[in-house]
C-alpha cells in the first residue's frame, strides 16, 4: 500500500485546511487510517484517527477543531482542519495499521503552517 498525502498550505490563524490521502493497493476498508504530525523539533504525535472499533480518536490539542473521515469507494482519508493555531504548523502524515497493531503504512508527509 502506498499514501499519497495533499492539501498542506500556507493559511493564517483561525483559518482552514483540508487535508486529503489517497492510497493505492487493494483492501483500503480493512485499514484503520490515523493522521500524525511532526514540528520542527519535536516528536511526531498522533493527530486522530478511526480505530477498528468505529468512532474516533483525537489528540486533545485538535479537540473540536479537526475532523477526521474516510471514503473506502476513493481509498482516501481526509482531515479537516478548522480554527487553525500557529502551533498546528507541521509535517502532516496519513498512516495505515490492521487492527490494533502497529501503524505499517506511511505518507511522504504534507506540510501545513499556520501564521500569527
Known amino acids: 500500500v502506498q499514501l499519497q498525502a495533499s492539501g498542506g498550505g500556507l493559511v493564517q490563524a483561525g483559518g482552514s485546511l483540508n487535508l486529503s490521502c489517497v492510497a493505492s493497493?487493494?483492501?483500503?476498508?480493512?485499514?484503520?487510517p490515523a493522521w500524525f504530525r511532526q514540528s520542527p523539533g519535536k516528536q511526531r504525535e498522533f493527530v486522530e484517527g478511526?480505530?477498528?472499533?468505529?468512532?474516533?480518536d483525537y489528540a486533545d490539542s485538535v479537540k473540536g477543531r479537526f475532523t477526521i473521515s474516510r471514503d473506502s469507494a476513493k481509498n482516501t482519508v481526509y482531515l479537516r482542519m478548522t480554527s487553525l493555531k500557529p502551533e498546528d504548523t507541521a509535517v502532516y502524515y496519513c498512516?495505515?495499521?490492521?487492527?490494533?497493531?502497529?501503524?505499517?503504512?506511511w505518507g511522504k508527509g504534507t506540510l501545513v503552517t499556520v501564521s500569527s
Open positions: 478511526i480505530p477498528r472499533d468505529g468512532g474516533v
Open positions: 498512516a495505515l495499521r490492521l487492527g490494533f497493531s502497529q501503524y505499517k503504512y
Open positions: 493497493g487493494h483492501a483500503f476498508s480493512a485499514y484503520s
